[in-house]
């Protein structure tokens, strides 16, 4: 028999499987933080604002997850995204282990790990490929994102 925490993390990515934005959203606390390496310290409502931003512009978008573990306090998964990234329309498939703490069953923590510079070779082409280590390159990713998000929450 599955924790309760570890169905919190199956109901979460099987939202994410069906693009349900709201639904993840509302796995996490109000006070949740979140982070990973392009959307480094999101909290509260932008968190699961990036996810239905997310959802909302996934194109040719296909999840898979594995590895949920969870007790009282905390979990963890693996999960893979593939999709069609917008502003140069190449695929994109990224793998990322994600870590959970949970409080009064919601997510209050979760922190997302994959190699930005993987990413950015599949986003970005040559260019991520070549420069996608740098710092100044990633900073830019960064930014952008943050732009994007920032762009999705005032058309709310």
Known sequence: MSHANAELIERFYQAFQQLDGETMAGCYAED???????????????????????CARAKDFSLTFDGVEA?????RARWVATYLFSQTGNTVV??????????????VEH???????????QALGIKGLLLGWAPPVQKAIRQQAAKGLAAFQQGR
């Open 111 to 121: 922190h997302d790990r994959f190699d930005l510079w993987r990413w950015a070779g």
């Open 71 to 75: 007790d009282e306090r905390q979990g």
């Open 94 to 107: 990224n793998q990322i282990e994600a870590h959970f703490v949970f409080r009064d069953g919601k997510i």
């Open 32 to 54: 949740v933080r979140f982070s990973d390496p392009v959307f480094t310290d999101l909290r509260g409502r932008a968190a699961g604002d990036m996810w239905r931003m997310l």
